[in-house]
């Protein structure tokens, strides 16, 4: 089966076709942009991606080696209903669908029970956290990793597994489509606003993914927020694990629900202090509080849940921190700029360059830097930059002068995450 992946170069999108490729199918794809996924997905032989999404050049593979499915991610129908691939291949009888149905079918076909890690936060460190777990006591694993990871592939599938690890977002409602076996709810705040207009939408849609799931491992807070009643089968969390030696509260925290969610279903059978051994060990993942060089740090964060916890985690390393922020997607900063205002406490200076802008709404006005700013209580450690070459000066005189510089990035191709690897 040839299975054709739109928006390849997406976290989501990109380990799935690893995936599918690993267990055998013809795979081939597409993105509008290039970037460092993209070339990721071709050093591991994907090859067969090309660069814009235009009707001829979709056509073309297609003559090639018919396609027998189109997996598009949610920004391709978002952004462009009428897209000329999925127009092509409706027009053509080729069968199309989001991830989730593919997924589910591949599942479904290899016998996978599903264990589905959803939250405001966390997500992919925990993710991450559940396959190291796994592969560390030789559990055969398969799974989806919206990030790098250096003890494996961000897709792999493994033909002796049971369970299969997914990040299951909530974008788009796509975490809904699914039935996991053993869901891990890291944590419920509010996001994705054009999706969920009110916060109580937003909790209601995680509500609904823990009826569709068998059993759930949850946090006491969030289960008094959502009003769930848990039953016999489900885990409620309320401690967080001192004997963890991870920096950073939020992963001490996503590696205890780790441990103790898969200890209750009975999917790991060690005892606790050895768990708790391999979870120490943990060698993090890429763009979370990752260390690009000697002072300098790349971080995904961008809600101001994760914004905060990257921040604390900076601290716990260095009392002298610097931020380097770019927000991801101006329609966001319509709803979270008032929270601005205490949420850089404790940063010693911070660089504000613009907004990441992706699926934007063309009717909002584009928040700049220095109306943002604005929003801050200390707004004197603040000023608006660009990636350019003054920001790389300031860069190197603060990491010269012993300050930890983090850059907060939650953008892809062109973002300011490739920015500082490029100048790292």
């Not at 994705?192 to 059993?215: G, L």
């Not at 509260?249 to 629900?257: K, P, S």
């Not at 200390?378 to 350019?388: C, T, V």
Request: charged share 25%; net charge negative; hydrophobic share 35%.
């Amino acid at each position: 089966m040839h299975i054709f992946f739109s928006g390849i170069g997406g976290t989501a999108i990109g380990p799935l076709a690893m995936i599918a490729k690993q267990a055998g199918y013809e795979v081939s794809g597409s993105d509008k942009q290039d970037s460092q996924y993209i070339q990721y997905l071709k050093s591991h032989g994907l090859d067969n991606i090309h660069i814009g999404q235009s009707q001829e050049k979709i056509e073309a593979v297609n003559q090639d080696l018919p396609i027998d499915w189109y997996v598009y991610s949610s920004a391709v129908a978002i952004e462009n209903p009428n897209a000329p691939e999925l127009k092509y291949c409706q027009q053509n009888g080729i069968k199309t669908s989001k991830r989730d149905e593919f997924l589910n079918h591949f599942i479904d076909e290899q016998n996978l029970k599903l264990i589905a890690i959803a939250g405001t936060h966390g997500k992919t460190t925990t993710t991450a956290m559940v396959v190291w777990l796994l592969k560390q006591l030789d559990i055969p694993v398969s799974y989806s990793v919206g990030a790098k990871i250096p003890f494996g592939d961000m897709g792999e599938f493994s033909p002796d597994s049971e369970y299969f690890v997914l990040e299951a977002d909530e974008f788009d409602r796509n975490f809904l489509a699914f039935h996991p076996y053993l869901s891990l709810i890291t944590g419920i705040d509010w996001d994705h606003h054009e999706i969920f207009p009110s916060r109580a939408n937003y909790q209601e849609a995680f509500a609904d993914f823990i009826d569709n799931s068998k059993h759930t491992a949850i946090w006491l807070d969030d289960a008094e927020t959502i009003g769930f009643k848990p039953r016999r089968s489900d885990c409620v969390i309320n401690s967080h694990g001192t004997k963890l030696k991870l920096v950073g509260e939020v992963n001490r925290q996503d590696a205890w629900q780790v441990i103790v969610g898969l200890q209750y279903q009975g999917i790991v059978k060690k005892d606790l202090s050895e768990l708790i051994d391999i979870m120490n060990r943990f060698p993090g993942l890429s763009r979370r509080f990752e260390k690009l060089a000697d002072n300098f740090y790349t971080d995904y964060a961008h809600t101001p849940a994760k914004i905060r916890g990257c921040i604390q985690t900076a601290l716990e390393v260095s009392p002298n921190v610097v931020i380097v922020y770019e927000p991801l997607t101006n329609r966001r900063q319509h709803f979270i700029k008032d929270e601005y205002k205490d949420l850089f406490t404790g940063v010693k200076k911070l660089y504000w360059v613009p907004s990441y802008l992706a699926r934007e709404d063309p009717s909002q006005e584009v928040l700049s830097p220095l109306e943002l700013i604005e929003f801050m209580d200390n707004k004197q450690i603040a000023e608006p930059a660009e990636l350019n070459e003054e920001l790389k000066k300031h860069i190197d005189e603060h990491r010269a002068a012993g300050d930890l510089v983090v850059c907060i990035s939650g953008g892809g191709g062109g973002s300011l995450d490739e920015w500082a690897r490029l100048n790292s």
